[in-house]
């Protein structure tokens, strides 16, 4: 089965720059038709997309987030990392990585769903 797990510190201070890992087995983060993603959950709040990137490697930002997201990958590991920058204790969440499908309807409409997720890892921001 399809696996990924995250990987990173459990704490960063503010202002600095947070850096998860996401490794993948059992699936190639350059197979067609999969993009790869970074969600998060804070605590009491809801999930949000940060972003996500193909497996061309072209990336998308949610734009709240755009200006300090990053993603990028290591084909050679099949790994993809995410850069937040200058993290407040705003940032301190559950952060997920997560597979999402590209489906194509009867009606030749294309859809998306998250069909695999990692466990979470939990980041604190404090000094």
């Known amino acids: 089965q399809v696996q990924l797990q995250e990987s990173g510190p459990g704490q960063v201070k503010p202002s600095q720059t947070l850096s998860l890992t996401c490794t993948v087995s059992?699936?190639?983060?350059?197979?067609?038709?999969?993009?790869w993603s970074w969600i998060r959950q804070p605590p009491g709040k809801g999930l949000e997309w940060i972003g996500r990137?193909?497996?061309?490697?072209?990336?998308y930002y949610n734009p709240s987030l755009k200006s300090r997201t990053s993603i990028s990958r290591d084909t050679s590991r099949n790994q993809f990392t995410l850069q937040l920058r200058s993290v407040t204790p705003e940032d301190a969440a559950v952060y997920y990585c997560?597979?999402?499908?590209?489906?194509?309807?009867?009606?030749?409409?294309?859809?998306?769903?998250?069909?695999?997720w990692g466990q979470g890892t939990q980041v604190s921001v404090s000094s």
């Open positions: 990137i193909a497996d061309s490697g072209s990336t």
């Open positions: 059992g699936a190639s983060i350059t197979a067609y038709f999969y993009y």
């Open positions: 997560a597979r999402v499908a590209l489906l194509q309807t009867a009606t030749g409409v294309t859809t998306t769903f998250f069909d695999y």
